[in-house]
């Protein structure tokens, strides 16, 4: 179960590390474009829920559905 967790916990900080990513990609950016940066608080809100909701789809549901089977009938399939 605490496997579960650190999935949702790396899901979680791979999506912040992109958004610091991509905020600093995009400042360098527009100081070398002489643009001005706005940086856009709900955009960025909702790549983090984005990036955390497929790191929960794809990590946690799947686990979730491989502890309840049964380790004889799951290595039988082999």
Not at 35 to 52: H, K
């Amino acid at each position: 179960m605490l496997f579960n967790y650190l999935k949702i916990t790396l899901a979680c900080v791979g999506g912040l590390v992109g958004i610091a990513a991509a905020s600093l990609f995009s400042m360098m950016l527009t100081r070398m474009m002489a643009v001005p940066y706005a940086f856009n608080v709900s955009i960025n809100l909702l790549s983090f829920f984005f990036s955390a909701a497929i790191g929960i789809i794809f990590g946690f549901i799947p686990a979730w559905c491989a502890v309840k089977l049964n380790p004889i009938v799951a290595l039988g399939h082999e």
